[in-house]
Nanobody, 120 residues
Framework: QVQLVESGGGLVQPGGSLRLSCAAS????????MGWYRQAPGNERELVAR???????NYADSVKGRFTISRDDAKNTVYLQMNSLKPEDTAVYYC??????????????WGQGTQVTVSS
């Protein structure tokens, strides 16, 4: 059974930093792209950042220059370094990963979400 487990959320003051981690475990052959999404109350889930297996990244305009996504394939883990946090970054953050469950067949899995609250 495949699981994505996030950690690192919490309460931080405006201007502060947090680092989110998401580790994939279970039975799969490889990991393709990995990403972070977020959902604030009353809003739709939106893409924050994404990283391909080759290391190419893309970011939402609202987080460019403040957030950095990275991955450690040896640990099956994706990270999101969040700096200069703003109150509008408050949301539940979800990771996802496109996992190869069978030769050349991929499926997207999601983590359970971790709360990030930016408030003084």
């Amino acid at each position: 059974q495949v699981q994505l487990v996030e950690s690192g959320g919490g309460l931080v003051q405006p201007g502060g930093s947090l680092r989110l981690s998401c580790a994939a475990s279970g039975s799969f052959l490889s990991i393709n792209a990995m990403g972070w999404y977020r959902q604030a109350p009353g809003n739709e889930r939106e893409l924050v950042a994404r990283i391909t297996s080759g290391g190419s990244t893309n970011y939402a305009d609202s987080v460019k220059g403040r957030f950095t996504i990275s991955r450690d394939d040896a640990k099956n883990t994706v990270y999101l370094q969040m700096n200069s946090l703003k109150p509008e970054d408050t949301a539940v953050y979800y990771c996802n990963a496109d996992l190869e469950y069978y030769s050349h067949n991929f499926r997207r899995y999601w983590g359970q979400g971790t709360q990030v609250t930016v408030s003084s």
